[in-house]
């Protein structure tokens, strides 16, 4: 059964950092995109990064270059988004979805991904 399972969500103040994980259970990483997502309160679902496992290349959206990391942990079947300065318009669940492709895409479309997680919670307050 193939699954994404995301952690790590929760409050923290702005400026602050957060590290959310993705784990995968039931497949492997190896040769997937990982994508990350995020719906804010009252907005659309919006695709703010990706990894491609065959060949590491990441892209994410200008909103969050230059704060936000995404990684994996082949060994333990794991992405990562990494978060630093945080900024109350991060604020939002965030989504982990796999696509079987490998093909990096900076998109919207969640229509490339095959299997999603059940999000968690990022909240950026004082």
């Known amino acids: 059964q193939v699954q994404l399972v995301e952690s790590g969500g929760g409050l923290v103040q702005p400026g602050g950092s957060l590290r959310l994980s993705c784990a995968a259970s039931?497949?492997?990483?190896?040769?997937?995109?990982i994508g990350w997502f995020r719906q804010a309160p009252g907005k659309e679902r919006e695709g703010i990064g990706c990894i491609s496992n065959l060949d590491g290349v990441t892209y994410y959206t200008d909103s969050v270059k230059g704060r936000f990391t995404i990684s994996t942990d082949k060994a333990k079947n794991t992405a990562y988004l990494d978060m630093n300065n945080l900024k109350p318009e991060d604020t939002g669940v965030y989504y982990c979805?796999?696509?079987?492709?490998?093909?990096?895409?900076?998109?919207?479309?969640?229509?490339?991904?095959?299997?999603w997680g059940q999000g968690t919670l990022v909240t950026v307050s004082e």
């Open positions: 039931g497949f492997s990483l190896d040769t997937y995109t």
């Open positions: 979805a796999a696509d079987s492709s490998g093909v990096p895409r900076m998109t919207d479309d969640q229509t490339w991904y095959d299997a």
